[in-house]
């Protein structure tokens, strides 16, 4: 990913705004953007979802395919999380494979998914050590205006949420796929939540030119119980210990938040 | 000779504007006998020239314009700098400082580096190679407090308004000094960061109703209402 | 809606001349087109034409990276058509496939006539289009977005490029070829002119063609280009001046 050259004023701007609790668009420092979902938008997906924070755009398809178990997890289904950080997205993304950040963030959304059970692999086994569903999550960043990863997350989670699953008659070693669709065995709605720190200030849901300033970020990922499924320090910086514990304070109110959001359109 | 659009039209490319003896302006091009728009914009005849204000543009740099940069790399004796347009610019130490220095001994970073932003001015530009820029002189150098901001460069000279009216009102009712470039980048400094917040919101205000008469009214009162608030 | 077994006997088109989605041989899909949307990109556009889905992006004129590949004289225009994995019926790899590098190919060669690339040496204009769902007739689709993506990156273009796609189904010619019909059919033509200047910019043909169905099946892409045509301007018109367009139409009509 070519960096873009942020200017030092910025910089300043940004601290002499956080020192009275501001930020440029106007935001407290741990307000988060407008934040909108739209699920069902892709027909030929099995689930999908557009989220936008702010004008961050992220838009998840869901497939399901029947094929093979990973040799050392016979009787579980695959579970496979890809992002695509899109040319489209920002003249500092290039076409090409998914680089070091696109990757991270796979990563990160896929532990958040997994570690919480959202989806109970198990169930999603066909004939043991043969058949199993594969589950993928593709994140397209259509684009990029900061917080990739918390609102691939949103996204990824929302579309796994709403997503159909065909229906299966399973006899013996053979598959039958029905014409019917049912609910995946989904429970969970796990939420990452990016905490940004810039000089001493402690800020939610960065836009890009912050991301851009920022000395370091920790993304918390929490299971609907509050219970911490992920966490993931980013960028060169350092926190301080007292800072780690404020950030998890900060993200766990968070990240009740997001969920509301869920809620809200019936997620 | 015909005309094929009422005055202040909206055209898009292809769209055919005349027929015979006119010149062909900005954003128009000819075909035989024939003008065509090549820019989305509001079609003008003045004179015999038929020409489209373009409602969209990238900047391409003008010998004389005042710009803002952005330094985005730098060599042994020169620095160069993003100015938003198709074309990176090249300012030599020579036009930055005011000594002559030994670029063996001294490293020019010291004095302008990667990240800092000035107001220069458009030296020479031919499109064989990257513009040069100037930043000696009355009112150019290094930008070391205040914000800039980034508007669609066709809205310039809206911003500036006729004989500079708009420009003035701005100054006046949000107590700001504000510095425009001609690449669609603004300087604004004011005495407080929510004077300056208020003098960016009333400029993309004008940014997005650019083309709504009685423009100047509507953003004094708006900028009015910001300052009763805060 | 998703069909999960397609079989021949299926008829595409009915005794009264109606297709699968119930249209007219001659008939159009609904057309969405949606302007200036992205905040990153110097232009954007966004088509729906029936169920397929386009992203297009333009980045541009910027200086081009590595050096050596810029034109002393002109602009080069890179175009980069790509599918998402959940476009398609069977989940795609997101890595580029050799018809995803052929259909970058012949967009880019369609999109090239319309523009003034001497305006613009050593620099390049990038085009990029995602397939956000297909449904037959992407590269079309991805024509029309990106001239609208173009136009709003405010580079000059002697015109825009209109396209759609011609099929011949159980012997019959139709306008706007959707997936069904493209797999089943007996002929695929994508087509892409610049109405204005009645210049054909992209043609493609897979199948078999008399040549009388080739001359009517031409004439029938002139007719769709020029429909696809007149909705783009209108997009644009609307995108840039609601009030304004308002009252250029009273005028004209």
Known sequence: ???????????????????????????????????????????????????????????????????????????????????????????????????????????????????????????????????????????????????????????????????????????????????????????????LVTIAKIDKYLLVDPCLEEESVLDCRLTFGFSQDGSLCAIQKGAPGYFGVDDVHKAFNIAKVKSQELRSKLSSVGL | MTIFFTPKQVVAPGDLLAEGDYQAGENVYRDGKRLYASAIGLAELKNKAVSVVSLRGRYMPKQGDLVIGNVIDVSLTSWLVDINAPYNAVLFASEFLSKPINPAKEDIRKHLDVGEMIVAKILAFDRTKDPALTAKGRGLGKIKKGIVLEVDVTRIPRIIGRKGSMINMLKKETGCQITIGQNGRIWIRGKTPEDEAIAANAIKKIEREAHISGLTDRVRAYILQMRSKS | MRCLMMEKTIKLISEDGRRVDGRRLDEIRPLTLKIGFLKNADGSAYVELGRTKIVAAVFGPRELHPKHLALPDRAILRCRYHMAPFSVDVRKSPAPSRREIELSKVIREALEPALFLELYPRTSIDVFVEVLEADGSTRCASIIAASLALADAGIPMKDLVAAIAVGKVEGRLVLDVMDIEDKYGEADMPFAMMPSKKVVTLLQMDGHFTEEEFKQAFELAVKGCEQVYAKQKQALREYYAPSLAEVSSIKEG
């Open chain 1, 1 to 191: 990913m070519a960096e873009k050259v942020i200017s030092t004023v910025k910089r300043q701007q940004i601290i002499e705004l956080a020192q009275r609790g501001r930020r440029l668009d106007g935001r407290g420092l741990e307000d988060f953007r407008p934040i909108s979902i739209e699920v069902g938008v892709i027909d030929k997906a099995d689930g999908s979802a557009i989220v936008k924070m702010g004008s961050t755009t992220i838009l998840t398809g869901i497939k399901y395919e029947i094929g093979e178990p990973f040799s050392d997890t016979p009787n579980e289904g695959v579970l496979s999380v890809n992002a695509e950080f899109l040319p489209l997205a920002s003249p500092t993304f290039e076409p090409g494979p998914p680089d070091e950040n696109a990757l991270e963030l796979a990563r990160v959304v896929d532990r958040v998914i997994r570690e919480s059970g959202m989806i109970d692999l198990e169930k999603m086994c066909l004939v043991p050590g043969e058949r199993v569903w594969i589950t993928w999550v593709d994140i397209y960043v259509l684009d990029h205006d900061g917080n990739l990863m918390d609102a691939s997350a949103l996204s990824a989670v929302a579309a796994l949420l709403s997503s159909t699953i065909p229906n299966t008659k399973v006899e013996g070693r053979e598959v039958q796929v029905l014409n019917t669709r049912v609910k995946p065995p989904i429970t969970n709605k796990p939420t």
